[in-house]
């Protein structure tokens, strides 16, 4: 289930106020200044900071890869 497309151009993350990624592939909202990914449940973005999983490099340089080859679209926009 994915999120809906109104809802994603306002999302921002709760932390810093930013624009997030969101990799629909991995079912998952992604900061990457922060190395912060929310989770989407049932199409519901959990937008609460202490829920985030915080990534370690190597999985940010996985997931930057994949934005960086255009598989997210940019939320807050």
């Known amino acids: 289930m994915s999120i809906d497309p109104q809802l994603i151009h306002v999302l921002v993350c709760p932390q810093d106020k930013g624009e997030l990624h969101l990799i629909e592939a991995e079912q998952c909202l992604y ?3 922060l190395h912060r990914r929310y989770a989407i449940r049932d199409g519901i ?4 900071v202490e829920e985030a999983e915080q990534v370690d490099d190597a999985e940010h340089s996985r997931l930057m890869a994949i934005i960086e080859s255009g598989g997210s679209v940019v939320s807050g926009r």
């Open 45 to 48: 973005p959990i937008m609460l």
């Open 31 to 33: 900061n990457p200044r």
